[in-house]
C-alpha cells in the first residue's frame, strides 16, 4: 500500500486531498496544529472510505518540532504500514488575510515567512530520507502568486511568499529528478475553506456576502470548494501524471477571465 501525507490535513483543502487519497487505497498521515477535533474527523473520514489514518500535531512554523515528527511518521509506517517509507508529501498548511503594505509588521511577515515558505521547505528537507525514490510532492501554492493572478492590494507579504514557494518548487524538481521524485504545485484560487486568517477569523463564514462577488468574477460561475483542489492534487500525485514536474497548476475555474 502507498502512503502520503498531508501536512495541514485536519479542514478544507488538506482534509479533501487525505480523503481523495484514501479513495485512492493510500494509507494517509495527516497534521495538525490549532484544530485536533478537525483532524479527528479527517481520520473518520478515511477510514469511512476503507483506509487508514493516524494524525499528529504538528507546528509547521517551528522547525525544531521538525525532528521529532520524522520520527512519528517513521514510527506509524512501521506500525500502521509495515514501510520504513512514504510515497507522496502534499504541503498544504498556512493561514490567509490581508494587510496593506505601510500596516504589515515584522512579526506578521515572519509569521507568514515561517509558514508559508520556510516551514514546508525545511519539512520536505527532514523528510526526504523517508520519502521513496519515485514518489511525489506537491505544494499548494495561491493563484495570488501568479503572474496572470489578480494583484489585489494587502497581499504583498502573502503572495511574496507564495511566489517563493513556486520557485522553490520548480528548483527542487530539479534537484530531485535524480531520484525519480517529482515536485509540482497547484495555485488555488477562492476556495471554500475553513482556513483563518492572520487575525483568526474564520475565512467565508465570516464574510457570506463575499461568496456571490467572487463566484461572479469566476469562469465558471461559483466559488471552488476544497474537493475540487483535493482532485486536482491527487492527480499530480498520481501515476497519470508521471510526466509531470515542476509545473504549478492553477485550479481556480477560470479565476478572473
Known amino acids: 500500500m502507498r502512503v502520503g501525507i498531508v501536512v495541514g490535513g485536519s479542514s478544507g483543502i488538506g482534509q479533501a486531498t487525505a480523503v481523495q487519497l484514501a479513495r485512492r487505497g493510500v494509507g494517509v498521515i495527516v497534521t495538525y496544529s490549532g484544530n485536533p477535533s478537525g483532524a479527528r474527523d479527517t481520520v473518520a473520514l478515511v477510514e469511512k472510505e476503507g483506509g487508514t489514518a493516524v494524525a499528529f500535531r504538528l507546528d509547521v512554523g517551528r522547525t525544531e518540532e521538525f525532528p521529532a515528527f520524522r520520527e512519528q511518521v517513521a ?11 512514504f510515497d ?15 500596516d504589515v509588521t515584522e512579526e506578521l511577515f515572519d509569521r507568514f515567512l515561517r509558514v508559508l515558505l520556510k516551514g514546508p521547505y525545511f519539512l520536505t528537507q527532514a523528510l526526504l530520507p523517508l520519502l521513496t525514490d519515485g514518489g511525489a510532492i506537491v505544494n499548494v501554492s495561491s ?23 513556486n520557485v522553490w518548487t520548480r528548483v527542487l524538481a530539479k534537484e530531485l529528478a535524480v531520484r525519480g521524485i517529482r515536485v509540482n504545485a497547484v495555485s488555488p484560487g477562492p476556495t471554500r475553506t475553513r482556513l483563518a486568517d492572520a487575525d483568526g477569523v474564520v475565512g467565508f463564514d465570516a464574510y457570506p456576502e463575499m461568496i ?16 475540487d483542489v483535493g482532485a486536482a ?8 501524471s508521471r510526466w509531470i514536474t515542476a509545473q504549478n497548476v492553477e485550479v481556480s475555474g477560470g479565476f478572473g477571465l
Do not use: C, H
Open 212 to 227: 456571490p462577488i467572487l463566484a461572479g468574477q469566476t469562469a465558471l460561475g461559483r466559488l471552488g470548494e476544497p474537493d
Open 143 to 165: 493563484n495570488s502568486a501568479l503572474p496572470s493572478g489578480a494583484a489585489d492590494a494587502g497581499y504583498t507579504a502573502y503572495a511574496a511568499m507564495k511566489g517563493g514557494l
Open 75 to 85: 514510527a506509524a509506517l512501521r506500525d500502521n504500514w509495515q514501510r520504513d517509507s
Open 233 to 240: 492534487i491527487v492527480a499530480l500525485l498520481g501515476d497519470e
Open 88 to 102: 507522496y508529501l502534499v504541503n498544504s498548511a498556512g493561514f490567509g488575510g490581508m494587510a496593506m503594505f505601510a
